[in-house]
């Protein structure tokens, strides 16, 4: 969706370097979540973000940390990446005002550590 | 806690015939679900959503999913397959946290072929 923008497209990088993955949208959605996605469990949630001053944990936050700077933007950050964070990330978003809770997804970054 | 199942890691089909992807659910309450599908190099778009009314929901691409009550099961079908539905399908299921804040919980995924 041309909507929900996620950069880089491809990173490939060193154990214990600080990586960021930003995610920006247009949607004017107040809703942001970050999910990795790996083969043979699906989209697990590693964070979320109901507006810009609530931020939550997911089912896997550890070794993760995110930063919702404005509505329309929110970063995922490794601070020390290890080799099992190896995976694609998606960011998707949603409307406070949608009933049904659809969600709207970037392309996703596809994220290697060496 | 809610949860879904997709039992079928990977469901084969010939181009023509009918095809379906399986997914069962348990939630406590009633239940928000959820089909997404993921092309080769593409974020997860949107299929179709059951929230409540007729069981038989239509959705994108001329998908349609069946919601079985009794058997807590919500399977995507369509009458005849292409192959270019060729793709790895997710189930999700609305989880409530807290008062008008919720989230999605993914299955596995199934990985759809379909052969000429």
């Known amino acids: 969706d041309a909507d929900v923008t996620q950069t880089p497209r491809n990173r490939i990088t060193k154990t214990g370097k600080r990586i960021m993955l930003e995610c920006s949208q247009t949607?004017?959605?107040?809703?942001m979540y970050w999910y990795r996605q790996d083969p043979g469990l699906g989209l697990r949630l590693i964070y979320y973000?109901?507006?810009?001053?609530?931020?939550n944990k997911g089912e896997i936050s550890d070794g993760y940390s995110v930063s919702r700077q404005a509505q329309a933007k929110f970063s995922l950050s490794l601070e020390s990446a290890i080799p099992n964070q190896t995976a694609l990330y998606f960011c998707?978003?949603?409307?406070?005002?949608?009933?049904?809770?659809?969600?709207?997804f970037g392309p996703g970054t596809r994220l290697t550590v060496l | 806690a809610q949860s879904v199942a997709q039992p079928e890691d990977q469901v084969n089909v010939a181009e023509g015939n009918p095809l379906t992807v399986k997914c069962t659910y348990s939630?406590?309450?009633?239940?928000?679900l959820f089909w997404y599908v993921q092309y080769p190099n593409r974020g997860l778009q949107f299929l179709l959503k059951?929230?409540?009314?007729?069981?038989l929901v239509k959705g994108s691409y001329g998908f349609e999913a069946e919601f079985n009550k009794s058997q807590t099961s919500f399977h995507l079908k369509k009458p005849s397959a292409l192959v270019s539905d060729s793709a790895l399908y997710f189930c999700?299921?609305?989880?409530?946290?807290?008062?008008?804040?919720?989230?999605?919980?993914f299955g596995a995924g199934t990985r759809l072929a379909v052969h000429p």
């Open positions: 998707a978003t949603s409307d406070l005002w949608d009933r049904g809770d659809e969600q709207f």
């Open positions: 949607k004017g959605h107040d809703r």
């Open positions: 973000s109901f507006d810009v001053k609530d931020i």
């Open positions: 939630v406590s309450g009633n239940p928000y």
């Open positions: 059951y929230i409540t009314g007729d069981n």
């Open positions: 999700a299921v609305r989880d409530f946290i807290r008062g008008g804040y919720n989230k999605l919980i």
